[in-house]
């Protein structure tokens, strides 16, 4: 078939980042999806998502006109309670009556509650210029600071360790430089099905280069093939194997002197805490073998250059901000910072969820991670948006849940986002929404929150808007519409601003100033105070996406030298890049760090939340599988669901025997929070005593049995460490689907 257009963009699956061709037939239909091969990040390569699972974009099930509960009426007079109805519980609305309900209800919400009682969840699937427009509206208009996404639910332990010890939490090396590492450590991060084309790179670093590679992870994934050393610790001990490591490097005088002493601080404490951290000890505790332990600190302390590349498996923990803090550690020691090749690299999840924190994503900070109780950074903020703004931090993601059920929190506006897959303890989440006044949703498919909203707004796929994302290594690039939008759905932009103008238009109506945080608003106000709300109305004519960019970019010190004219030309750059004539920034701290000295943390072990018992006598983790993303939202409406149909339960062999299971049969997995019902892989890739549960299907949802504790630090929930137990079903046994999965024969 020959292409009526060829459109260059940015895959909208995961953090990589790779430069798309997306090849369109006259009938407005993506029929070929490959790679220029003269381009960064993949530099040809992609993986099965990007080649083959682009059809999502054109799926018959796709959202096209706004929609309105047909029980709407009866929740808002208290007639009935909140609860999940499928898409024919919906009738169509114009988009002039829904944006104008969901404007009057936001509004009504703040006159009575207060603007904190609203909060926002961005989206790490939407453009930098989406997410900063969104934001934009929950502070400068409706007052609050409760703004997050899915962030704080996979890497908010990497990004606040990174901050207490660096001061930045973004990536510090670049794609480019993979193929030529000396020394790596991958660890919690199943690379391979997770970062599919970053893999290729790595695997090509040891193949081709001779790099030492160490992987520490739980289970058996790929890379432990390619390994010098796998280090297969206990769920849940990352801080002891890392402490160990760190003791073994002090010593055997394996630190770099001079880069502790002329760019740390707090070495000195730091050392003394290490005393118990032996490889002796991490062995009892951890299963690894003293000699790996060893072996692993010197492969890593006496290279010349070295990095750290980490996944999940270390953030999503209540100890995730202690995990990311022990690596920075060792980092720290060794001097392997500031160079080509030497840095510490969280491998971010979504195609854009680093931009999304960029742009200001977060409950604490506005864009460029410039904190809301700062009074300089806020008064700047002011000014240029023409609105006084809440000087307090708001609230994250699993606290917006929590306090739906509280009734602290009475609107929630969702924007591609799916918090009823996502958020841990499942019934909990649903229990708290079903409390809400208002829930409006804004997505491309209906999801399993849509089906509590009130009103859903139909917005566009990657492939039908322009704009920018952020890729895992500060990447900032293009994003263009290939195709027209389907049906009557919008861009985000679009739809927030236009939103926005209605909001602000009727705050002029009721004579009030925009941004106030507390509660009813003046009524009567002077009229020098309600042109505010005329001001903000006109900050929201924006032409095009890049008209936003220049906006948020005049504001955020790291991105005023970069432009759409300048991606057009370069293809991206990298973040800082503070003039014109800047190169970019593919590694960061050559000089210095954001904090000036990096610091040295001591750190202590505690358990995780919840432990095997008789009771639950197995732990459960969750991840991702190759032919899957997220929630499964995308994937699961592409041809990649014939490929991997369903959820299995990895259960290691000696437990498969136990309980009398094999391959195919059924099981119920349940903990203290849930159950879900699924088929059984048997197989030696996760160890015993630990099964593994993807955490894309629904029907088998694994976020039904995990815990809600947080990291106290990060807010962050543990995804990877609760108690199940597995009880086989009599129910007929079948062929496992996915068995095509790398490394599911083993």
Sequence with gaps: MIADHVTRSTCAYCGVGCQVNL?????????????????????????VKGRFGMDFVYHPSRLTTPLIRHDYADIQA?????????????????????????????????????????????????????????????RQLLGTNNVDHCARLCHAGSVTGLQMALGSSAMSNSIAEMPTLECFI??????????PVIATFLKQAVRKNGAHLIVADPRHIELADFAEVWLRQKPGTDVILWQALAHVIVREAWYDADFIRTRTEGFADYIESLERWTPAY????????????????????QAERAAIYWGMGISQSTHGTDNALALANLALMCGHLGAEGAGLNPLRGQNNVQGCSDAGGLFNVFPGYQRVDDPAIRAKFAWAWGAPLNPQPGLATPEMVDGAGSGALRAFY????????????????????????????????????????????????????????TNSDRRVQRVRAAIKPIGTARADWEIVCDLAGRVAQQLHALGAAPGLPGGALPAAAPDAVADLALGALSSYAYDHPEAIWQEMARLTPPF?????????????????CPTPDHPGSPYLFAESFPRGRGKFHSLDFLQPHELPDPDYPLILSTGRVLFHWHGGTMTRRSKLDEIYPEAVVEVHPDDALA????????????????????????????????????????????????????????????????????????????????????????
């Design 23 to 47: 090849h369109v037939n006259a009938e407005q239909v993506i029929f070929r999806v490959n790679a220029p091969h003269d381009t960064a990040p993949n530099y040809g390569r992609l993986c």
């Design 78 to 138: 208290g007639r009935v309670r909140r609860g999940p109805l499928d898409l024919d519980g919906f009738r169509p609305l114009t988009w002039d009556a829904a944006l104008d309900l969901v404007a009057q209800r936001l509004i009504a919400i703040k006159v009575q509650h207060g603007g904190d009682a609203i909060a926002g969840l961005c989206s790490a699937k939407a453009t930098n210029e989406d997410n900063y427009v969104f934001q934009k509206l929950m």
């Design 186 to 195: 991958v660890t919690g991060s199943n690379t391979t099905e997770t970062h």
């Design 282 to 301: 991490a062995q009892e505790m951890t299963g690894v073998p003293a000699a790996d332990i060893i072996k692993a600190a010197r492969l890593y302390a």
């Design 414 to 469: 969702v924007m591609g986002e799916n918090p009823l897959m996502s958020e841990p303890n499942l019934a909990h989440a649903r229990h708290c929404l079903e409390n809400l006044n208002l829930i409006v949703c804004q997505d491309i498919f209906f999801n399993e929150t849509c089906a509590y909203a009130d009103i859903i707004l139909p917005a566009t796929s990657f492939a039908e808007k322009e704009g920018t994302f």
């Design 560 to 576: 005023q030298g970069i432009s759409y004219d300048r991606l057009e030309k370069e293809g991206g750059v990298h973040w800082p």
């Design 659 to 746: 309980l009398a299971v094999s391959s195919g049969a059924w099981v119920e997995l349940k903990s203290r929070r849930g159950r879900v019902e699924c088929k059984v892989l048997v197989t030696g890739r996760s160890p015993q005593g630990t099964v593994f549960l993807p955490f894309h299907f629904a029907e088998a949802a694994a976020n039904e049995l995990t815990l809600h504790d947080l990291d106290p630090l990060a807010k962050i929930p543990d995804y990877k460490v609760c108690a199940v137990r597995l009880t086989p079903l009599a129910r007929p046994g079948g062929a496992v689907s996915g068995v095509s999965s790398p490394g599911a024969r083993r």
